[in-house]
């Protein structure tokens, strides 16, 4: 027995009709990509250690970190500093340093800066030490490049054999537009931009693909149930069909991520910022999107199958009769009345 919930994010037999603003959402989106493409160069990503390269340094100290002592500290020994800031409590400081020609000079860069931190802060803790030399930074940076270049190409192939090409092309497109809102998001806000990025990357591309998924099954349903029915009004029909669950998934996925991206700290909260942005971008792009390029790659290819064929004529082969024509039957007209006869 069919149990309906108690709850419904949309009422049931909502007719919205979402290619109304097609071209709007079309235009929005492209302003969007064009600026986070403008902002990937200038001001650009803050690249994390793995792609930029240095030596990244986690330190504790005894009370309220003091900023200009640990400049002064580091300025004394002379190892190209890059940035310090604030990490977590009061009491705790990353310091980034420049990357050093060989592991040796490194282990003798941060041996140094531990004796300098020490006498300018007396119980200084270093808590964690990372160093990546430039050559392993820029290796790391063109796989992950690669990693992304292969996930795209993958989810084109996937969904061109399981639907049409229309439909791949729809959805690759969407998830380029939606990775270069995520990057721009990342320049704007500057979070770290490290492997850990990359991977919040691809997970909102797994995510986005799957949402757009739903909706595309339901497009290629409805076009073997109504085999009349416009395609304009097909999809909104079919957007609005898949609309609870589209919204329902969303809305867990987002209220999960939200207390990592608030309480998570600084190792996990970037991640999980990028992945309440890409679940916002996703959602929205699979209906205002995926769906517009859709219509507009399929409105005259995915209906031509369903155009009524003429049925030929039966010619009667030679020494065959052809069987005659039905007969209509006859109708009775009513006799005139005969006159009374007059005496």
Do not use: C
């Not at 987002?254 to 916002?280: E, H, R, Y």
């Amino acid at each position: 027995m069919f149990i309906r919930p108690l709850f419904r994010i949309v009422p049931d037999g909502t007719r919205i009709q979402f290619m109304r603003g097609r071209i709007m959402g079309l235009v929005v989106s492209a302003v969007l990509s064009t600026a986070s493409i403008v902002l990937f160069f200038y001001p650009g990503l803050n690249l994390g250690i793995d792609f930029s390269g240095g030596i990244v340094m986690e330190v504790r100290t005894p009370g309220p970190t003091d900023f200009t002592k640990i400049r002064a500290a580091l300025a004394s020994e002379h190892v190209g500093e890059q940035g310090v800031q604030r990490f977590g409590d009061a009491d705790q400081v990353l310091i980034r340093l420049q990357s050093q020609p060989t592991e040796a000079a490194t282990q003798q860069a941060v041996s140094r800066i531990r004796v300098a931190l020490e006498k300018a802060e007396p119980g200084t803790k270093v808590m964690r030490t990372d160093a990546v030399g430039a050559s392993v930074s820029a290796e790391l940076f063109r796989d992950g490049l690669l990693a992304l270049g292969i996930s795209l190409l993958m989810i084109l192939v996937y969904i061109w054999f399981r639907f049409e090409w229309q439909f791949a092309v729809g959805a690759v497109v969407t998830l380029i537009l939606d990775v270069t809102k995520a990057v721009g998001f990342l320049a704007l806000t500057r979070i770290e931009f490290d492997l850990v990025m990359v991977a919040s990357i691809l997970t909102v591309i797994g995510y986005s693909t799957n949402d757009k998924v739903v909706v595309y099954d339901r497009v290629r349903e409805n076009l073997r149930k109504y085999k009349t029915m416009p395609l304009r009004q097909l999809i909104d029909l079919s957007i609005n069909e898949t609309l609870n669950r589209t919204l329902g998934t969303s809305m867990t996925v987002f209220l999960a991520s939200l207390p990592l991206a608030l309480f998570g700290g600084a190792s996990i909260s970037g991640f999980a910022w990028v992945m309440l942005f890409g679940i916002v971008v996703g959602t929205s792009s699979s209906i205002f999107i995926a769906a517009p390029i859709l219509l507009f790659l399929g409105e005259n290819r995915l209906r031509r199958d369903n155009a009524p064929t003429p049925t030929p004529a039966v010619k009667a082969s030679p020494g065959i009769k052809a069987p005659p024509a039905p007969k209509a039957p006859a109708t009775k007209t009513p006799s005139a009345a005969k006159a009374p006869r007059v005496k």
